[in-house]
């Protein structure tokens, strides 16, 4: 199956300071999502990015499909980013979910 | 709100009880899905409904039996659980598509296993 990888696992940061998160797959792929899982567990979909570039708010992200990696941004953070990201991958009904980059932003 | 209910938000049962989880998607979609989310562990998709037809198994144990009776609804049926199966399960719906195929998630049960 797909594997994916994100980085960096865990991400402290002070408000109001950018960061990337990287996702890195291993199979072309034609669904990819970003979610923030909030800390009761409900994931909340962030982009549906299986190629190109999207932006919202402080938040964009990036898929460069032939290269299988996407990056996602956050300008500007704040506590309330504090969370874990996901990558999720796939083909049709199989999506494979990355390990999860743990973001704290200090206030 | 996603659109996507699930209860009981959390559950404790013991080893020999059966209970049954229960999803419910608001988006009028025609796909959806069980997900496993263990401690330290990446999620973990069990099953798919399509059409109301499971079209995946991940190997899932037969302790755990999915009931898909309409688009709308799933189940998730648990009997004679171990420790380990203690866990967040999330409920996802899609629309599938050629070119589309976005997943929602709702806030998940969580499981004690006792």
């Known amino acids: 199956g797909i594997q994916v990888e994100q980085s960096p696992p865990d991400l402290i940061l002070q408000e109001g300071a950018n960061s990337t998160l990287r996702c890195n797959f291993s199979?072309?792929?034609?669904?990819l999502q970003w979610f923030h899982q909030n800390p009761w567990g409900q994931l909340i979909n962030l982009f549906y990015?299986?190629?190109g570039t999207k932006q919202n708010g402080r938040l964009s992200a990036t898929t460069v499909a032939t290269e299988r990696y996407s990056l996602l941004y956050i300008s500007s953070s704040q506590t309330t980013d504090s969370g874990v990201y996901f990558c999720?991958?796939?083909?049709?009904?199989?999506?494979?979910f990355g390990a999860g980059t743990r973001l704290t932003v200090k206030p | 709100e996603t659109g996507v209910t699930q209860t009981p938000r959390h559950l404790v049962m013991g080893m020999t009880n059966k209970k049954s989880l229960k999803c419910e998607q608001h988006?009028?979609?025609?796909?959806m899905y069980w997900y496993k989310q263990s401690a330290k562990k990446p999620l973990e998709l069990m099953f798919v409904?399509?059409?109301?037809?499971?079209?995946e198994n991940n190997s899932v144990p037969s302790r755990f039996s999915p009931e898909c009776p309409n688009s709308s609804h799933l189940f998730l049926h648990l009997h004679t659980l171990q420790p380990e199966d203690s866990a967040l399960y999330l409920c996802?719906?899609?629309?599938?598509?050629?070119?589309?195929?976005?997943?929602?998630f709702g806030p998940g049960t969580r499981l004690t296993v006792l």
């Open positions: 996802a719906s899609s629309q599938e598509g050629p070119r589309y195929n976005e997943q929602f």
């Open positions: 199979d072309s792929v034609n669904n």
């Open positions: 990015i299986p190629s």
């Open positions: 999720a991958v796939g083909d049709n009904n199989d999506m494979r």
């Open positions: 988006l009028g979609h025609n796909a």
């Open positions: 409904y399509n059409f109301k037809e499971q079209t």
